[in-house]
T-cell receptor, first 113, second 112 residues
Framework: GAGVSQSPSNKVTEKGKDVELRCDPI?????LYWYRQSLGQGLEFLIY????????KSGLPSDRFSAERTGGSVSTLTIQRTQQEDSAVYLC???????????FGEGSWLTVV | ELKVEQNPLFLSMQEGKNYTIYCNYS?????LYWYRQDPGKSLESLFV?????AVKQEGRLMASLDTKARLSTLHITAAVHDLSATYFC????????????FGAGTILRVKS
């Protein structure tokens, strides 16, 4: 596609429910990143994929968070048993291997009530 | 741990004025990024600086990188209202897991 595509754009969920956030990177981009942006916390790194593998999962806040990437393309970020502190914008980014520019999607706005 | 500090965090300026946003980082890096974010929107890539002494300009914005001082600047010339946004610098570190570490952001408001 023309840019990084994320869905849903907005999600309101009840505390304790699971949510899945999807990212479609730019076609051909091998590197994919998930970030979280919340008030008072700035932009936090969550996870990085090179192809389908995630060499760095250090940013995942807890074991309720998981992510996968299939076919070197689409990635899903799953949050289990959501808590109110999970409310944030979840941003996905991608880049072409060897290319310097990293492109961000529009984000998925998650609100846990 | 890589730390990235921006200042100022908030900048209110008059149209037509010049100002500089500073970005300091704590360890060596071979890439520094500047992004713009409008309210409710995602991050727009402005500049990627790859080497010591790199300078890039786009319109009224000019970014520079001093890797020895671990400092990047984003200079705004003759500000206009349309430049109002939040500006982030970010440092890329392979040793820290191929990720961008972001500064806190500078909220820029240009008053007519």
């Amino acid at each position: 596609g023309a840019g990084v595509s994320q869905s849903p754009s907005n999600k309101v969920t009840e505390k304790g429910k699971d949510v899945e956030l999807r990212c479609d990177p730019i076609s051909g981009h091998t590197a994919l990143y998930w970030y979280r942006q919340s008030l008072g916390q700035g932009l936090e790194f969550l996870i990085y994929f090179q192809g389908n593998s995630a060499p760095d999962k250090s940013g995942l806040p807890s074991d309720r968070f998981s992510a996968e990437r299939t076919g070197g393309s689409v990635s899903t970020l799953t949050i289990q048993r959501t808590q109110q502190e999970d409310s944030a914008v979840y941003l996905c980014a991608s880049s072409l291997d060897g290319e310097r520019t990293i492109y961000f999607g529009e984000g998925s706005w998650l609100t846990v009530v | 741990e890589l730390k990235v500090e921006q200042n100022p965090l908030f900048l209110s300026m008059q149209e037509g004025k010049n100002y500089t946003i500073y970005c300091n980082y704590s360890t060596t890096s071979d890439r520094l990024y500047w992004y713009r974010q409008d309210p409710g929107k995602s991050l727009e890539s402005l500049f990627v600086l790859l080497s010591n002494g790199a300078v890039k300009q786009e319109g009224r914005l000019m970014a520079s990188l001093d890797t020895k001082a671990r400092l990047s600047t984003l200079h705004i010339t003759a500000a206009v209202h349309d430049l109002s946004a939040t500006y982030f610098c970010a440092v890329y570190q392979m040793e820290y897991g191929n990720k961008l570490v972001f500064g806190a952001g500078t909220i820029l408001r240009v008053k007519s």
